[in-house]
């Protein structure tokens, strides 16, 4: 009962790196919807039915919590897969809530009312499905009140890391954030809400100058879910982990071993 990893893409490998070091001796077992990539220009419902999809083949292979390390997902389709698709026994969580949690400075599992937070402006940078869902903007209303959130659909972005043009990456990093600032000149802190982004994390703070605070998700995700696993221990389960795609398991294995700088083997799910 390895816990699960969903993506699109590649960029979930930045919250299995940060999961893995903080759980050491749990199993997890990756998979990303390479063939489908990127989910970020796609409609909710389509989004909704790849997310399940891939969930299920995560469920068939023995998982029995899953994280949508994809906020395209979290955003678009994981309230609707929580409240009507989820099978008895089995558990989805996505990776907006620890994010939120750390920008409000809430504790884990801290359900109070919404409250004053110190953090007044924030930028999101996401994909444009993201963005459109407000997903984010209704999560941190859950939590504190009076906070500005300027949002920024970062088009380009996850296909040019996903192809490995890091150079074109970077330069609508910049375009994006030049943008993010004609809307909001000040922000006190910046949200980078698709986990490919933290590829980039050096390259968005120089952008944003030395006074934002960059918050990026993979190390807040893979504290939550210790948290997690302390308080339903039956979830952690054993197994062997495994990465699995539906791309083309040598061009994705290329890929991930350059972006982890580590020998990463995906095989065809």
């Given at each position: 009962?390895?816990v699960?990893?969903?993506?699109?893409?590649?960029?979930?490998?930045?919250?299995?790196?940060?999961v893995?070091?903080?759980?050491?001796?749990?199993?997890?077992?990756?998979?990303?919807?390479?063939?489908?990539?990127p989910?970020?220009?796609r409609?909710?419902?389509?989004i909704?039915?790849?997310?399940?999809?891939?969930?299920?083949?995560?469920?068939?292979?023995?998982?029995?919590?899953v994280?949508?390390?994809?906020?395209?997902?979290?955003?678009?389709?994981?309230?609707?897969m929580?409240?009507?698709?989820?099978?008895e026994?089995?558990?989805?969580l996505?990776?907006?809530?620890?994010?939120?949690?750390?920008?409000?400075?809430?504790?884990?599992?801290?359900?109070?009312?919404?409250?004053?937070?110190?953090?007044?402006?924030?930028?999101?940078?996401?994909?444009?499905?993201?963005?459109?869902?407000?997903?984010?903007?209704?999560?941190?209303?859950?939590?504190?009140?009076?906070?500005?959130?300027?949002?920024q659909?970062?088009g380009?972005?996850v296909d040019?890391?996903?192809?490995g043009?890091?150079?074109l990456a970077?330069?609508?990093?910049?375009s994006?954030v030049?943008?993010?600032?004609?809307?909001?000149?000040?922000p006190?802190?910046?949200?980078?809400g698709?986990?490919?982004?933290?590829?980039?994390?050096?390259?968005?703070?120089?952008?944003?100058?030395?006074?934002?605070?960059v918050?990026?998700?993979?190390?807040?995700v893979?504290?939550?879910?210790?948290?997690?696993?302390?308080?339903?221990?039956?979830?952690?389960?054993?197994?062997?982990g495994?990465?699995?795609?539906?791309?083309?398991?040598?061009?994705?294995s290329?890929?991930?071993?350059?972006?982890?700088?580590?020998?990463?083997?995906?095989?065809?799910?």
């Amino acid at each position: 009962m390895a816990v699960g990893i969903f993506d699109s893409g590649l960029g979930g490998l930045t919250v299995l790196d940060a999961v893995q070091e903080r759980l050491p001796d749990v199993p997890f077992i990756y998979y990303a919807d390479s063939a489908h990539a990127p989910y970020g220009v796609r409609t909710a419902d389509d989004i909704y039915e790849l997310t399940t999809a891939a969930t299920q083949k995560l469920f068939d292979a023995g998982c029995d919590l899953v994280i949508l390390a994809c906020n395209t997902a979290s955003a678009a389709a994981l309230r609707r897969m929580q409240e009507g698709w989820v099978p008895e026994g089995k558990r989805v969580l996505g990776v907006f809530v620890p994010l939120i949690e750390a920008l409000t400075e809430r504790d884990w599992g801290d359900n109070s009312p919404p409250r004053e937070v110190g953090t007044k402006h924030v930028a999101l940078f996401a994909t444009p499905a993201t963005v459109s869902s407000r997903a984010f903007q209704r999560e941190l209303a859950f939590r504190a009140v009076g906070v500005d959130v300027e949002a920024q659909a970062c088009g380009g972005v996850v296909d040019a890391i996903e192809e490995g043009d890091m150079i074109l990456a970077e330069a609508l990093v910049n375009s994006h954030v030049e943008a993010l600032k004609r809307k909001m000149p000040n922000p006190d802190a910046a949200v980078l809400g698709c986990t490919h982004y933290p590829l980039l994390e050096k390259q968005f703070q120089t952008a944003l100058g030395p006074d934002v605070k960059v918050f990026s998700q993979a190390n807040l995700v893979a504290e939550s879910l210790a948290h997690y696993l302390d308080r339903r221990p039956e979830m952690v389960g054993g197994g062997e982990g495994a990465f699995l795609t539906s791309g083309n398991p040598k061009k994705v294995s290329d890929r991930a071993t350059q972006f982890l700088r580590r020998q990463i083997t995906f095989q065809a799910d």
